[in-house]
């Protein structure tokens, strides 16, 4: 029933673990629509037969009425439709807005007209994306100039990309092979251009893959995020043991709740990190000056990358601040001699 559907309608194929579950509702939602349509135009065409002109005489005119219990049972019956379908959508995008845990996490640029991709082990890909067939992968996607959206059919995922910004999507691949990668918002003079493919590959092919592109002097994000780090000047604002200095601290940052000058409050994550690199001051921290400079422009999504990975790499690390002095004891009497 599913391939009848799926060929009917002229759908892709379902290569990720979410794609049968939005098809599914596709299918409903359309098969309802169509049987209302069908109703409706049944309806109409009873009654335009029933109370026809007829030849030299009037029309018949219907003197009776709808039941109340028909009325109840027609408009409920919508409603609650309508909300059947709100709650299995609202359920889908919710799972689709919530990577698993153990997701790869993959760091995303688009610019006109090209996809670039940054992976765990410091390596990068330009319009091709490989993955494992059988794991989440977590994007985590900005934009360098305007505003572009990462669409894979065959996955039924669709993501803008906001420049300054970042927002994430994950997907599971099930089936090996390619599957088309395109931008579903209009960029620019070359939009129908921007393509890519994401490569899902079995293990076997998944371990050669890593292999080939490793290198002696190869890093992994982490590693690299802390040259980046101290090449860039970040070292100079920010400490990594949890000692208090001119911006926060990066030690036990990464997915702790913090407090903005707003009085809000936000969890710190792969977006909120690139955003703050961005534009500094649109989410500043509560009890420190808006004293970093935006770096939007100024530097490459793959250090993006490795800067927000090396932060989170510090998530676990235990603060290695020198004990505060201990309270002197208190004096002891001085013994005095009867007289």
Known sequence: ????????????????????????????????????????????????????????????????????????????????????????????????????????????????????????????????????????????????DVIHSFFVPDFRIKQDVLPARTTTAWFEATRAGPHDILCAEYCGLEHSRMRGRVIALSDDDW????????????????????????ERGCLRCHTVDGTPHLGPTWAQLYGSTIVLTSGD??????????????????????????IMPTYQGLIQGVDVAALVEYIRSLADRPLELDPPPAAPLPPKPIPTRAP
């Not at 710190?268 to 703050?276: F, I, K, P, Q």
């Not at 534009?279 to 808006?290: S, Y």
Request: aromatic share 10%.
């Open 1 to 144: 029933m599913n391939e009848l559907f799926r060929t009917l309608l002229n759908l892709p194929e379902q290569a990720s673990s979410v794609a049968l579950r939005i098809d599914v509702l596709h299918y409903v939602v359309i098969a309802v629509s169509m049987l209302g349509a069908t109703g409706v135009a049944v309806a109409v065409a009873v009654l335009l037969f029933r109370f026809r002109r007829r030849p030299g005489g009037h029309p018949p005119v219907s003197r009776g009425h709808v039941p109340l219990w028909a009325e109840v049972t027609m408009i409920g019956g919508l409603l609650t439709l309508f909300l059947a379908f709100w709650a299995v959508g609202f359920r889908q995008f919710v799972t689709l807005q919530t990577p698993p845990a153990n997701s790869m996490p993959i760091y995303v640029v688009a610019k006109q007209w090209m996809w670039t991709f940054a992976y765990p082990d410091g390596s990068a890909t330009t319009d091709d994306l490989y993955v494992p067939v059988g794991r989440p992968v977590k994007l985590v996607m900005t934009s360098r």
């Open 207 to 230: 371990a050669r893959w890593a292999d080939s592109r490793a290198t002696p002097a190869a890093h992994d994000l982490a590693t690299m995020g802390a040259r980046v780090a101290s």
């Open 265 to 290: 409050r936000i969890k710190v994550d792969e977006a909120y990190l690139t955003e703050s690199m961005m534009d500094p001051a649109l989410k500043l921290r509560a009890g420190f000056a808006p």
